[in-house]
């Protein structure tokens, strides 16, 4: 199993651009979350996604939108980049609810907006 | 909305020595579950520990051990026999309904040889 996977690793835009961040797990999770992370801070969530067709807003949505389509798949759209969402984004997964549901973590795509 | 902070921005600690990072959260839920992260250089977030608040036992893996102290609200991890490899910033977490997890800000230990 590939675990959770996000592209790219690296990327540069301008102010104004926009870009989705990929993101795919092979584990059949139901559960799919997008956090940020900004320097020297913790991780902060985005949007989160408790099945195919469900999402709901995290601590910081502003800026971003996101869909799930299909269990494995969970994109994140910055529809105008501002320097503001320049940061690490992580995504990441779990089975559910259950009590020892852990939650499972991507690499990080790194984000610069100049 | 619970809260998680971690008051040490960065410790150090010799090799082979022992380290404890502290942790302390606010909460008005009875039931829980308290984490903590390792985040090496290569920015890969992995699980260290976790603990369940209705368990009164601390939990150990290896050379990492809590001191949960549920009245206090304080999670602290303990590192043992300090290795090169632990260094790295470590995160506290805490999982609120929805399987959702809130961090704190992060310490950075160091391991000096």
């Known amino acids: 199993n590939a675990g959770v996977t996000q592209t790219p690793k690296f990327r540069i835009l301008k102010i104004g651009q926009s870009m989705t961040l990929q993101c795919t797990q092979d584990?059949?999770?139901?559960?799919m979350y997008w956090y940020r992370q900004d320097p020297g801070m913790g991780l902060k969530l985005i949007y989160y996604s408790v099945g195919a067709g469900i999402t709901d807003k995290g601590e910081v949505p502003n800026g971003y939108n996101v869909s799930r389509s299909t269990t494995e798949d969970f994109p994140l759209r910055l529809e105008l980049a501002a320097p503001s969402q320049t940061s690490v984004y992580f995504c990441?997964?779990?089975?559910?609810?259950?009590?020892?549901?852990?939650?499972?973590f991507g690499p990080g795509t790194r984000l610069t907006v100049l | 909305a619970q809260t998680v902070t971690q008051s040490q921005p960065e410790m150090s600690v010799q090799e082979a020595e022992t380290v404890t990072l502290s942790c302390t959260y606010d909460t008005s839920e009875s039931d829980y579950y308290l984490f903590w992260y390792k985040q090496p250089p290569s920015r890969q977030m992995i699980l260290v520990i976790r603990q369940e608040a209705y368990k009164q036992q601390n939990a150990t893996e290896n050379r990492f051990s809590v001191n949960f102290q549920k009245a206090a609200k304080s999670f602290s991890l303990k590192i043992s026999d300090s290795q090169l490899g632990d260094a790295a910033m470590y995160f506290c977490a805490f999982r609120e309904y929805g399987n959702k997890l809130v961090f704190g800000a992060g310490t950075i230990l160091r391991v000096k040889s």
């Open positions: 584990m059949n999770h139901n559960y």
């Open positions: 990441a997964s779990s089975p559910g609810l259950a009590t020892t549901d852990t939650q499972y």
